[in-house]
């Protein structure tokens, strides 16, 4: 069951009925969670609630996939849930409604019964996100808040009255506290102290975060994603591994766009900390972070981790040219220990920066040095230098079996072996980000009498670039060509990614229908502290491909993010917030 990871984000999940609290949910979206949020900024916090059903009226819309999305938001959500009732126990899906999503009852196994009893969407939100793991023992953070409602004799009590009642009753019975209200106000205190006490009390160690620490936390959340469901190949594993103890020259770690090279580097990263406790390991994806694809800002980061972690006391330049000029000189001094330097991805830096001048030819022993390219002009760069290499090769067919039923298997689903053994003859396959995507597709794919047309079409592309154009197509029949260009070619215009929040407001949506696009992509996208951007190149380019193809769409984009941040900072500065809360929003303006 997943959970929430970020030390720095609370993310909290808010389920309730809608149309008798539509008062009580605009008093804490328009007054309390912006207060909370000012307040978890101040400290470091970045605060996420989810209402998914906010602004969805038409209730006979909640169907079987609308359900799994509000399931896998609750689990994302974990620990954190809070509980409000009004006078309605809520809108009760029929049985046959869980059809239209065969993958709920695969996950979420108990909701056929809990259906079939008659529970309503709320029920089984409350079920999931506290009262099942509470029969289990377990405890999460949840909140309770039931309105007051007048005494009614029990003959004169409706059924949805009376199951209403079961229910709180229920919440009560499992430990849980529980508290009355009897006006929106009344609940807006009620759930701003009790949040501001899982601030408090869970988060009462975080402090904000100096510059490089804001800069390490953006490439530690990028190399967690490429560590999922990675398979780590052990003789790159084991080359690295020599590597690191040995005084080789650099090393060149090298392959095409997409074969895994950052998830490799990733992986092994973290299997050399977990080796070699208190080693430094200072790791840099270009394109992630402040620096973007300015190689100063890869300097400097270098330089920051150099000085705190070895205690320099010399003051790092404060222009690009005198960054330049003395980043020799600082990989130059004499280290108390080793450390291991990889910077990946060059081949993604900008203008000049691409000759790789920058990059000093000599590195001290005890700095172990990986740099890592696609196939391109950069290699030839470094190649110059007689520097050792490390080429990935394409996935072999016997990999792309493993991956093929270990990926699949995780969720519960399998191909016929001929299906395993076709996928896996394809060539494309080698490519790893291209099985990952189908895989990915197939495994979201309902209809079992329907999956041999599912491969062959996306073994029909011509290679991952094709694939996403076909995967965007896919999510348009799904999910509404609007929504889906309206999201993407925001997250593409963006500098430091959004927030779901944010998307719902630039969009004017629903938080399911974002939700819902957003859980679907999920694994194409790297979250940072409740911001989306896009986890690789290939979708970004589709995208652009698609929705963005000439510069005055591309600019218009820009300008709508501009806008919108613009409005925000004003709001910011009137609200005499902090002037470093804004440098985010300051960035995207400019």
């Known amino acids: 069951m997943a959970t929430q990871s970020n030390a720095r984000e609370l993310r909290v999940f808010i389920s309730s009925t809608f149309r008798d609290l539509q008062v009580e949910r605009e008093h804490l979206v328009k007054k309390v969670f912006p207060e909370l949020r000012a307040i978890c900024r101040e400290r470091g916090i970045t605060l996420t609630e989810v209402d998914l059903r906010w602004g969805i009226t038409d209730e006979d819309k909640i169907q079987g996939r609308v359900i799994r999305t509000c399931l896998e938001e609750l689990d994302r959500c974990r620990p954190y849930f809070i509980g409000i009732t009004g006078d309605r126990y809520g809108y009760i899906p029929v049985p046959e409604e869980i059809t239209n999503d065969p993958e ?34 377990e405890r999460p953070r949840a909140n309770f808040y039931f309105r007051h409602l007048p005494v009614v004799w029990e003959s004169e009590k409706s059924q ?17 506290r ?31 975060r100096t510059p490089l620490e804001d800069e390490r936390a953006k490439h530690e959340a990028f190399a967690h994603s490429r560590r999922l469901a990675y398979v780590a190949d052990p003789k790159y594993v084991e080359r690295l591994d020599q590597f690191a103890e040995s005084e080789e020259p650099p090393l060149i770690l090298y392959a095409e766009s997409g074969s895994g090279k950052s998830s490799l580097i990733a992986y092994w990263a973290e299997e050399h900390r977990q080796k070699h406790p208190g080693a430094h390991v200072v790791e840099h994806y270009i394109g992630i972070g402040a620096s973007a694809t300015d190689h100063y800002g890869v300097m400097r980061h270098v330089m920051e981790e150099i000085k705190e972690r070895f205690n320099r006391t010399e003051e790092i330049p404060g222009t690009p040219q005198e960054i330049e000029r003395q980043f020799a000189n600082w990989l130059g001094f004499t280290l108390d220990s080793p450390m291991v330097l990889i910077i990946d991805a060059v081949n993604q830096l900008s203008g000049v920066a691409l000759n790789l001048e920058w990059v000093p030819r000599f590195f001290p022993p005890k700095i172990r040095f990986i740099i890592t390219t696609t196939v391109e002009e950069t290699l030839v760069h470094l190649r110059e230098r007689g520097w050792g290499e490390l080429g990935i090769q394409p996935l072999h067919e ?23 053994q076709r996928i896996a003859e394809d060539e494309k396959c080698a490519h790893p980000l291209f099985l ?53 070619s925001l997250i593409w ?39 989306l951007t ?57």
């Open 436 to 488: 990952r995507t189908v895989l990915e597709e197939l495994r979201l794919f309902g209809r079992h009498e329907d999956l041999e047309s599912q491969i062959d079409r996306y073994l029909a592309t011509t290679g991952t670039e094709d694939l996403f154009q076909v995967v965007l197509h896919r999510f348009e029949q799904d999910f509404g060509e609007s929504l889906v260009r309206d999201i993407l």
């Open 104 to 137: 709920l009852l695969t996950r979420y196994p108990w909701i056929e019964q809990a259906i079939a009893s008659g529970a309503s969407i709320t029920d089984l939100e409350f079920q999931s996100g506290a009262l099942n793991e509470a029969a289990l023992g």
């Open 493 to 531: 215009a963006t500098r430091t990614g959004l927030s779901e929040i944010e998307l719902q407001e630039l969009i004017g949506v629903s938080r399911m229908e974002i939700a819902s696009v957003v859980i679907a992509l999920d694994y194409h996208f790297l979250r940072n502290e409740g911001l």
């Open 398 to 420: 016997k990999e792309r079996e493993i991956i093929i039923k270990r990926l699949l298997g995780q969720y519960g689903k399998a191909l016929s072996a001929k299906q395993v």
């Open 178 to 208: 529980t508290d009355e209200y009897s006006d929106p106000v009344t609940l807006g205190k009620l759930v701003y102290d009790g949040l501001l006490q899982v601030v408090n009390e869970d988060f009462g160690d975080v402090k904000a």
């Open 534 to 590: 896009f986890f690789h190149d290939f979708l970004r380019r589709a995208v652009e491909k698609r929705y963005l193809p000439d510069e005055p769409a591309q600019v218009a984009k820009h300008l709508i993010l501009a806008d919108y941040f613009e409005k925000v900072v004003d709001e910011l500065i009137a609200r005499d917030e902090a002037a470093e809360a804004a440098e985010r929003e300051a960035l995207e303006v400019a």
């Open 160 to 176: 949805d009255q009376k199951q209403l009642e079961a229910l709180q009753a229920r919440v009560a019975a499992a430990g849980y």
